[in-house]
């Protein structure tokens, strides 16, 4: 009986121990599946850390090296076009200060290049100047040479700095042909110091690359041999990617986490790699703590066995089990320390990078139109809060200039879309900036965007001022009657304003293409004489300069003139720039003066020839000195008033009325016994003189013995013009009425001679005078030149 109580007991026991060796067992299990799950999920976290670390540098990089690219491009654009414009030649010379001080600013780029069409050094802001050299023989070179236009070239080692840089290349092209090359360098010295703020860790690397694969920009550098070696974090499929992420292998074997993204504006991709056992350095080190728990866990079991078969054992297995538990807590507490300190660390250097970029990062929802973060530029630049801004982001929008808000009124959906902005600011202290902001979206993070606003006053100035410079000097030369060309010497293109082709009789929008075409418009005899001289420009020391006339398309000549200069270089000319004028108005003027003077030395013979006939034959018609005085002054001062007619016309004639009415002035208090009338005449400039010292001499001859001698005597005058267009004469009747009877004059007077003799001599006249009682007619029929049509106006009258 006791035997079967005993061994009932036993049974008893040894369940009780099975049951609870289980149970410890059960626990511990449950303990180890936590601690394997946990410490799965730990090196998930861990190497998504590592992730995000690779990536926000590389975002950080792509932001950096797409500031240096937009810097890079408005720089050598702003040189290019001052190229084209003004030539090699001043932006290398005058013009060069100017593009040293857009450097200043600028850190970044370590040094400015301009190259010739033959890849010879023009311009370098390296100091010293190297001397002329040649990169001819580079690739870069070649291939901007012969199509490209903008080429970011592999990183290379500098022959005169000493130090690795790349370049960003544009090629100086005017009107298809190629001038030369403008080159930024940007020096590797900067990644080293962006490189190190990072603090990556060992065996990080950074890189640029083209879509090639080439090697743009690279750090660690390589000791020695080409840059293009091992240090490549890519492999060749990753370069078409917009954005991702891969594990690779350093050339020393190192298993790196390597974040790439492509840039926008420029066909390059950065990367940004990262020990991945660097990474993984902490977890590992819980991972070991954790083996030796799962060990004590095994102990445990043993103990808890062992615990279960003997009582004594049993306070032992619960210390035992106190400690681990400790052990485990504190292991876990050190867990959490560890990630709050790598999480702190990650935002410390976040702050740092923003921090040493001299623009505006930020990071917003525009959707929910707030903004996350702001770089302390913010402060710095726009003067104002960064929290005020994260509490309402229209403090933004605030500070826009009022002639911009209009146009950013709906800029969070601008942002969104991926559009640059460009507007103006006013800091609290009135001064204005101009800002250009570029966003984009964050990867991984929808809804988020984020971006760079940078000051870009100085260069809005710079472009404001070449503008306004380029408009002056368009005003001056339109003001001028001028128009300015450009001929290329190597192709012949030939640009112009479009005053040229106006001057050619073209339409304003016309162009004329080449020289040859110019020289085509130029008047065949002046076109051998112009091509010779327009040569010059292209001699050492030459200058064009010619007066030459052009045949428009609608037959009228016009006279200009043109003058020219050779822009040369080390090389040779490049170009000859010049301009032209239409001086047709100054040749014309000059034409009439010469005509003028021709004219007046003629007349001046004539006068005195005239004069000394009038002496002569005065001085045998009289019988003292004191008659020949008063009638040879009275015939001079009709003389006179005759050429006063003649003046007053520009030597194109007189008309008929104003010589009768003329010689009839002096008898004005007799003008009741005056009368004449007819159509208006233009008498030529060659009868004139004639003419009206014969209507002097009728006048004073009346005076003295005829009509005008007595109150009752009259003068009726009266002409026709008769006859066809080809054959016109002119008929003139001069009666007197009233008067004496004079008689037939005994000798020819000078009267009688210019009526007898030289009106039918000079003027091929039929002259008839006839006397009658108490009257005189004379009867003039002569021939009337083309230019003495009449006038189509009314006749006139004495009466009038």
């Known amino acids: 009986m006791k035997i079967r109580k005993f061994r009932s007991a ?20 449950v303990a180890v599946a936590f601690f394997a799950l946990g410490g799965y999920r730990d090196y998930d976290v861990t190497l998504e850390k590592g992730w995000s670390q690779a990536e926000t540098t590389a975002l950080v990089l792509a932001e950096q090296a797409s500031r240096m690219i937009e810097i890079s491009e408005i720089l050598t654009a702003e040189i290019a076009d001052a190229a084209i414009r003004d030539g090699l030649d001043h932006v290398t010379g005058a013009g060069w200060p100017r593009f040293l001080d857009r450097l200043e600013p600028v850190p970044q780029i370590g040094s400015l290049w301009i190259l010739d069409a033959d890849g010879t050094v023009l311009a370098s802001s390296f100091r010293p100047v190297p001397a002329a050299t040649s990169f001819a023989d580079s690739d870069y070179f070649q291939r901007l040479k012969s199509g490209t236009r903008v080429l970011i070239s592999p990183l290379m080692f500098g022959q005169f700095s000493r130090v690795w840089f790349f370049g960003y290349n544009r090629a100086i092209v005017k009107d298809g042909a190629f001038l030369g090359v403008v080159q930024v360098s940007i020096h590797a010295d900067h990644f080293k110091s962006f490189f190190e703020r990072l603090a990556l860790g060992p065996d990080a690397a950074i890189g640029i690359y083209d879509t090639d694969g080439a090697v743009v920009m690279r750090w660690p550098l390589p000791e020695n041999g080409a840059p293009t070696g091992p240090g ?33 504006r420029a066909p390059l991709v950065v990367a940004a790699a990262v020990s991945k056992d660097n990474v993984l350095a902490p977890f590992r080190t819980r991972l070991a703590w954790g083996v030796m728990l799962l060990g004590i866990g095994g102990a445990i079991v043993a103990v ?74 913010y402060v710095t630049l726009w003067g104002r809060s960064a929290e005020a801004l994260y509490l309402d982001a229209s403090e933004w929008a605030a500070a826009v200039h009022p002639d911009d808000r209009d146009r950013l009124r709906d800029s969070w959906s601008m942002i969104a879309a991926g559009r640059d902005l460009q507007y ?116 050492p020391a030459g200058l064009f300069r010619a007066e030459f006339r052009i045949i428009r398309p609608d037959g009228q000549t016009r006279w200009l003139i043109g003058a020219a200069e050779g822009v040369r270089t080390a090389t040779g000319i490049v170009q000859a720039v010049g301009f032209t004028g239409d001086i047709t108005e100054r040749k014309l003027a000059h034409d009439r003066q010469a005509l003028l003077i021709r004219e007046l030395h003629h007349r001046v013979k004539n006068i005195l020839s005239v004069a000394q006939a009038i002496a002569g034959i005065s001085l045998r018609s009289v019988r003292s000195l004191d008659e020949f005085r008063e009638v040879f002054s009275e015939r001079l001062v009709a003389l006179g008033r005759t050429h006063s007619l003649l003046i007053d016309s520009g030597w194109a004639g007189a008309q008929l009325a104003d010589l009768f009415r003329l010689e009839f002035e002096p008898y004005a208090d007799r003008a009741h016994q005056l009368h004449y009338e007819g159509p208006q005449v233009l008498m030529p400039p060659g009868t004139v003189v004639t003419f009206g010292l014969a209507v002097h001499e009728l006048v004073t001859n009346s005076a003295k013995y005829g009509a005008l001698s007595v109150p009752e005597g009259r003068i009726e005058v009266s002409w026709r013009v008769e006859g066809s267009e080809s054959v016109r004469r002119l008929k003139i009747d001069w009666v007197e009425t009233g008067g004496l009877t004079p008689a037939a004059p005994k000798h020819a007077g000078f009267g009688t001679q210019l009526l007898q003799k030289i009106l039918p001599g000079q003027l091929r006249a039929d002259v008839k005078v006839s006397h009658s009682d108490g009257g005189l007619r004379v009867a003039i029929d002569a021939p009337l030149p083309a230019e003495g049509a009449p006038d189509p106006t009314p006749p006139v009258s004495s009466a009038a």
Not at 348 to 376: C, L, N
Not at 510 to 527: G, K, L, M, Q
């Open 424 to 539: 103006r600011i006013i800091r609290p202290d009135g001064s204005i900036r101009w800002i250009r902001d570029h966003g984009f979206p964050v990867a991984d993070a929808p809804g988020r965007f984020a971006g760079i606003a940078a000051d870009v006053t100085d260069l809005v100035a710079a472009e404001a001022a070449e503008r306004a410079e380029a408009a002056r000097m368009r005003v001056a030369l339109r003001a001028g009657g001028l128009a300015a060309f450009a001929l290329d010497v190597v192709d012949g293109t030939f640009v112009h304003d479009p005053a040229l082709a106006e001057m050619l009789g073209l339409p304003a929008d016309a162009r004329v293409p080449t020289e040859a075409d110019f020289i085509a418009a130029i008047h065949p005899e002046d076109r051998d004489r112009c091509a010779a001289e327009f040569r010059k420009a292209f001699r």
């Open 304 to 377: 808890l066995g062992a615990a279960a078969f003997g009582t004594a054992r049993r306070e032992r297995a619960a210390q035992v089990m106190e400690r681990a538990a400790a052990r485990k807590l504190a292991a876990m507490l050190a867990d959490r320390n560890h990630l709050v300190q790598s999480l702190q660390e990650s935002e410390r250097r976040f702050d740092q990078i923003a921090a040493a970029i001299g623009d505006v990062f930020w990071i917003a929802e525009p959707a929910a139109r707030r903004y996350i973060y702001v770089s302390p530029a």
């Open 10 to 29: 036993e049974r008893f026991a040894s369940a009780a121990q099975v049951w609870l060796l289980g149970t410890v067992i059960a626990v511990v299990a």
């Open 232 to 264: 490549h974090l890519l492999p060749p499929g990753a370069m078409q990617a917009a954005a991702g992420r891969l594990e690779s292998t350093s050339p020393a074997g190192v298993p790196l986490l390597v974040a790439y993204r492509r840039l926008d």
